[in-house]
Protein backbone atom coordinates (compact mmCIF):
# COMPACT_ATOMS: atom_id res chain seq x y z
CA UNK A 1 0.00 0.00 0.00
CA UNK A 2 3.15 2.55 0.99
CA UNK A 3 4.35 2.02 -2.75
CA UNK A 4 0.91 2.40 -4.34
CA UNK A 5 0.33 5.94 -2.29
CA UNK A 6 4.26 7.07 -3.78
CA UNK A 7 3.68 6.17 -6.89
CA UNK A 8 0.05 8.14 -6.75
CA UNK A 9 1.63 11.09 -5.41
CA UNK A 10 4.78 10.79 -7.77
CA UNK A 11 2.14 10.77 -10.79
CA UNK A 12 -0.05 13.80 -9.42
CA UNK A 13 3.47 16.06 -9.29
CA UNK A 14 3.89 14.76 -13.22
CA UNK A 15 1.15 15.12 -14.53
CA UNK A 16 0.60 18.81 -13.38
CA UNK A 17 4.24 19.90 -14.04
CA UNK A 18 5.30 19.63 -17.65
CA UNK A 19 8.96 20.96 -17.21
CA UNK A 20 12.28 18.83 -17.31
CA UNK A 21 12.29 17.07 -13.58
CA UNK A 22 14.80 17.37 -11.61
CA UNK A 23 17.50 15.11 -10.49
CA UNK A 24 18.61 17.43 -7.62
CA UNK A 25 16.24 18.13 -4.80
CA UNK A 26 16.91 20.26 -1.22
CA UNK A 27 14.77 19.65 1.67
CA UNK A 28 14.47 23.64 3.81
CA UNK A 29 14.65 23.03 7.73
CA UNK A 30 13.26 25.43 10.36
CA UNK A 31 13.66 29.54 8.73
CA UNK A 32 15.26 28.27 6.00
CA UNK A 33 11.58 27.94 4.10
CA UNK A 34 12.53 31.42 2.22
CA UNK A 35 15.04 29.88 -0.34
CA UNK A 36 11.87 28.16 -2.32
CA UNK A 37 10.74 31.62 -3.01
CA UNK A 38 14.25 31.82 -5.36
CA UNK A 39 12.90 29.21 -7.34
CA UNK A 40 12.46 30.59 -11.45
CA UNK A 41 9.39 29.52 -12.80
CA UNK A 42 8.56 27.60 -9.92
CA UNK A 43 4.86 25.12 -9.63
CA UNK A 44 3.72 24.99 -6.07
CA UNK A 45 2.54 21.41 -4.56
CA UNK A 46 0.93 22.33 -1.07
CA UNK A 47 1.81 18.57 0.55
CA UNK A 48 -1.95 18.92 1.83
CA UNK A 49 -3.10 18.54 -1.94
CA UNK A 50 -0.50 15.52 -2.54
CA UNK A 51 -2.02 11.93 -2.44
CA UNK A 52 -1.30 10.39 0.91
CA UNK A 53 1.44 12.89 1.60
CA UNK A 54 2.13 13.87 5.98
CA UNK A 55 1.33 17.29 6.68
CA UNK A 56 3.58 19.36 8.87
CA UNK A 57 2.40 20.90 11.34
CA UNK A 58 4.96 23.20 13.05
CA UNK A 59 6.07 26.49 12.88
CA UNK A 60 8.57 27.80 10.10
CA UNK A 61 7.31 24.71 8.12
CA UNK A 62 5.52 25.65 5.30
CA UNK A 63 4.81 22.46 3.81
CA UNK A 64 5.07 22.88 0.22
CA UNK A 65 7.05 21.27 -2.61
CA UNK A 66 8.52 23.36 -5.43
CA UNK A 67 9.57 22.59 -8.66
CA UNK A 68 11.76 25.34 -10.93
CA UNK A 69 15.14 26.29 -11.97
CA UNK A 70 17.79 27.55 -9.43
CA UNK A 71 20.48 29.63 -11.52
CA UNK A 72 19.52 27.61 -14.67
CA UNK A 73 19.55 24.45 -12.58
CA UNK A 74 16.10 22.02 -12.84
CA UNK A 75 15.61 22.07 -9.00
CA UNK A 76 12.91 20.24 -6.61
CA UNK A 77 12.76 22.30 -2.85
CA UNK A 78 10.71 20.91 -0.13
CA UNK A 79 9.38 23.85 2.26
CA UNK A 80 9.52 22.47 5.23
CA UNK A 81 9.22 18.56 6.91
CA UNK A 82 7.55 16.52 9.19
CA UNK A 83 8.66 15.18 12.42
CA UNK A 84 8.51 12.18 14.95
CA UNK A 85 7.23 14.54 17.21
CA UNK A 86 4.24 15.50 15.40
CA UNK A 87 2.59 11.89 16.04
CA UNK A 88 3.35 10.85 12.79
CA UNK A 89 4.08 7.00 12.08
CA UNK A 90 7.95 6.60 11.58
CA UNK A 91 7.40 5.06 8.42
CA UNK A 92 5.40 8.00 7.00
CA UNK A 93 8.66 10.07 7.87
CA UNK A 94 10.21 8.62 4.83
CA UNK A 95 7.11 9.04 2.52
CA UNK A 96 8.31 12.49 1.15
CA UNK A 97 12.02 11.46 0.53
CA UNK A 98 10.59 8.39 -1.32
CA UNK A 99 8.52 10.28 -3.70
CA UNK A 100 12.03 12.51 -4.35
CA UNK A 101 13.17 8.96 -6.09
CA UNK A 102 9.55 8.11 -7.57
CA UNK A 103 10.30 11.94 -9.09
CA UNK A 104 13.56 10.73 -10.28
CA UNK A 105 15.58 12.73 -7.53
CA UNK A 106 19.42 11.23 -7.53
CA UNK A 107 20.92 13.94 -4.91
CA UNK A 108 19.78 14.69 -1.83
CA UNK A 109 20.90 18.31 -0.10
CA UNK A 110 19.21 18.13 3.32
CA UNK A 111 19.17 21.35 5.30
CA UNK A 112 18.03 21.64 9.23
CA UNK A 113 18.04 23.73 12.11
CA UNK A 114 20.52 22.43 15.09
CA UNK A 115 21.71 23.13 18.21
CA UNK A 116 25.44 23.37 18.26
CA UNK A 117 27.73 20.70 20.43
CA UNK A 118 31.09 22.72 19.60
CA UNK A 119 32.16 25.57 21.10
CA UNK A 120 34.32 26.97 18.20
CA UNK A 121 30.20 26.43 15.59
CA UNK A 122 27.96 29.30 17.50
CA UNK A 123 24.56 30.61 16.30
CA UNK A 124 24.52 31.51 13.01
CA UNK A 125 27.19 29.81 11.76
CA UNK A 126 26.86 26.69 9.25
CA UNK A 127 28.12 22.83 9.72
CA UNK A 128 28.46 20.12 7.03
CA UNK A 129 27.21 16.75 8.55
CA UNK A 130 30.02 14.65 8.42
CA UNK A 131 28.12 11.30 9.54
CA UNK A 132 24.86 10.55 11.90
CA UNK A 133 24.21 9.71 15.41
CA UNK A 134 20.32 7.86 15.26
CA UNK A 135 19.16 8.56 18.93
CA UNK A 136 15.66 9.39 18.51
CA UNK A 137 14.26 5.83 18.83
CA UNK A 138 12.91 5.85 15.45
CA UNK A 139 13.64 4.65 11.80
CA UNK A 140 11.32 4.48 8.81
CA UNK A 141 12.26 1.44 7.19
CA UNK A 142 11.37 -0.23 10.19
CA UNK A 143 8.22 -3.03 8.87
CA UNK A 144 7.77 -5.36 5.91
CA UNK A 145 10.45 -4.19 3.57
CA UNK A 146 9.35 -3.59 -0.03
CA UNK A 147 12.53 -4.38 -2.61
CA UNK A 148 10.74 -2.22 -5.39
CA UNK A 149 11.93 1.00 -2.76
CA UNK A 150 15.30 -0.56 -1.57
CA UNK A 151 17.08 -3.54 0.20
CA UNK A 152 16.17 -4.79 3.35
CA UNK A 153 19.42 -3.84 5.26
CA UNK A 154 21.09 -0.68 3.53
CA UNK A 155 24.72 0.34 4.14
CA UNK A 156 25.47 3.41 6.16
CA UNK A 157 29.13 3.17 5.13
CA UNK A 158 28.71 6.20 2.84
CA UNK A 159 25.65 7.84 4.20
CA UNK A 160 26.75 11.27 3.99
CA UNK A 161 28.35 11.13 0.57
CA UNK A 162 32.10 11.83 0.88
CA UNK A 163 32.53 12.91 -2.87
CA UNK A 164 29.45 15.43 -2.53
CA UNK A 165 30.77 16.50 0.73
CA UNK A 166 34.20 17.44 -0.22
CA UNK A 167 32.51 19.77 -3.57
CA UNK A 168 30.59 21.05 -0.90
CA UNK A 169 34.06 22.10 0.89
CA UNK A 170 35.30 23.39 -2.21
CA UNK A 171 32.28 25.66 -3.14
CA UNK A 172 32.18 26.98 0.84
CA UNK A 173 35.98 28.00 0.37
CA UNK A 174 35.83 29.70 -3.25
CA UNK A 175 32.94 31.65 -1.43
CA UNK A 176 34.89 32.23 1.52
CA UNK A 177 31.77 31.08 3.77
CA UNK A 178 33.51 29.19 6.78
CA UNK A 179 31.69 25.76 7.01
CA UNK A 180 32.86 23.86 10.31
CA UNK A 181 31.58 19.71 10.12
CA UNK A 182 30.52 17.91 12.77
CA UNK A 183 28.27 14.63 13.44
CA UNK A 184 24.45 15.22 13.24
CA UNK A 185 22.88 13.47 16.46
CA UNK A 186 18.63 13.30 15.72
CA UNK A 187 16.56 12.84 18.89
CA UNK A 188 12.82 12.73 18.61
CA UNK A 189 12.10 15.79 20.65
CA UNK A 190 9.97 18.11 20.78
CA UNK A 191 11.50 19.54 23.96
CA UNK A 192 15.07 20.53 23.75
CA UNK A 193 17.81 18.38 25.21
CA UNK A 194 19.29 18.30 29.10
CA UNK A 195 22.54 19.29 29.87
CA UNK A 196 23.11 15.92 30.92
CA UNK A 197 22.38 14.92 27.23
CA UNK A 198 24.63 17.38 25.92
CA UNK A 199 27.50 16.28 27.54
CA UNK A 200 26.68 12.97 26.67
CA UNK A 201 26.38 13.73 23.44
CA UNK A 202 29.69 15.61 22.76
CA UNK A 203 31.65 12.66 24.65
CA UNK A 204 29.76 10.23 21.80
CA UNK A 205 32.06 12.91 18.99
CA UNK A 206 28.44 14.41 17.81
CA UNK A 207 28.94 18.21 16.62
CA UNK A 208 25.33 19.11 16.14
CA UNK A 209 21.86 17.58 17.59
CA UNK A 210 18.44 18.27 16.09
CA UNK A 211 14.75 16.47 15.84
CA UNK A 212 14.57 15.53 11.93
CA UNK A 213 16.99 15.16 9.30
CA UNK A 214 17.45 10.94 10.45
CA UNK A 215 14.40 9.66 8.11
CA UNK A 216 15.54 11.09 5.24
CA UNK A 217 18.88 10.39 4.86
CA UNK A 218 18.31 6.98 6.07
CA UNK A 219 15.18 6.71 3.64
CA UNK A 220 17.57 8.17 1.08
CA UNK A 221 20.43 5.47 0.93
CA UNK A 222 17.64 2.88 1.01
CA UNK A 223 16.59 4.34 -2.16
CA UNK A 224 19.91 4.66 -3.63
CA UNK A 225 19.90 8.16 -3.83
CA UNK A 226 23.26 10.44 -2.98
CA UNK A 227 22.96 12.52 0.15
CA UNK A 228 25.10 16.09 1.49
CA UNK A 229 23.98 17.93 4.13
CA UNK A 230 24.39 21.55 5.90
CA UNK A 231 22.77 22.21 9.62
CA UNK A 232 22.31 25.94 10.02
CA UNK A 233 23.44 26.35 14.15
CA UNK A 234 20.40 28.48 16.44
CA UNK A 235 21.70 28.17 19.44
CA UNK A 236 24.15 26.02 21.60
CA UNK A 237 23.00 22.93 23.41
CA UNK A 238 21.50 23.33 27.07
CA UNK A 239 24.21 23.93 29.52
CA UNK A 240 27.19 24.73 27.34
CA UNK A 241 26.02 28.45 27.70
CA UNK A 242 23.90 30.21 30.34
CA UNK A 243 20.60 30.57 27.89
CA UNK A 244 16.89 29.80 27.68
CA UNK A 245 16.52 27.62 24.88
CA UNK A 246 13.41 28.73 22.72
CA UNK A 247 12.10 27.28 18.67
CA UNK A 248 11.72 31.78 18.82
CA UNK A 249 15.37 31.82 18.52
CA UNK A 250 15.78 29.20 16.87
CA UNK A 251 14.20 30.71 13.66
CA UNK A 252 15.87 33.95 14.30
CA UNK A 253 19.01 32.34 14.06
CA UNK A 254 18.25 30.09 11.58
CA UNK A 255 17.44 33.17 8.93
CA UNK A 256 20.77 34.23 9.50
CA UNK A 257 22.41 31.65 8.68
CA UNK A 258 20.04 31.45 5.68
CA UNK A 259 21.58 34.08 3.72
CA UNK A 260 25.30 31.96 3.49
CA UNK A 261 23.60 29.01 3.17
CA UNK A 262 20.97 30.01 -0.02
CA UNK A 263 24.85 31.11 -1.24
CA UNK A 264 26.02 28.02 -0.70
CA UNK A 265 23.49 25.81 -2.21
CA UNK A 266 23.20 28.26 -5.41
CA UNK A 267 26.62 27.57 -6.03
CA UNK A 268 26.93 23.67 -5.51
CA UNK A 269 23.78 23.51 -7.21
CA UNK A 270 25.59 24.60 -10.31
CA UNK A 271 28.68 22.74 -9.64
CA UNK A 272 27.64 19.34 -9.48
CA UNK A 273 25.04 19.77 -12.54
CA UNK A 274 27.92 21.33 -14.75
Known amino acids: MMYDQIQAAAAHIKEAYKGEMPKIAVILGSGLAGMADALEDA ?12 VTTVIG ?23 GYEGHDQQMLGFPTRVL ?5 ETLFI ?7 DVDAGPGSLMMITDHINFSG ?40 KLHKGVYIGVKGPNFETPAEIRAFRTWGAGCVGMSTIPE ?25 DEVLNHVDTLEFAAKAAVNLERLIRAFVKEISA
Not at 101 to 105: D, E, N, S, T, W
Not at 219 to 238: F, L
Open 43 to 54: AIFPYGDLPGFP
Open 61 to 83: HTGKLYIGKLEGVPLICMQGRVH
Open 101 to 105: AALGV
Open 111 to 117: TNASGSL
Open 138 to 177: QNPLVGVNDDRLGPRFPDMGDAWNKKLRKKLAKVAEKLDI
Open 217 to 241: VLTANHAGMKVVGVASITNYGAGMV
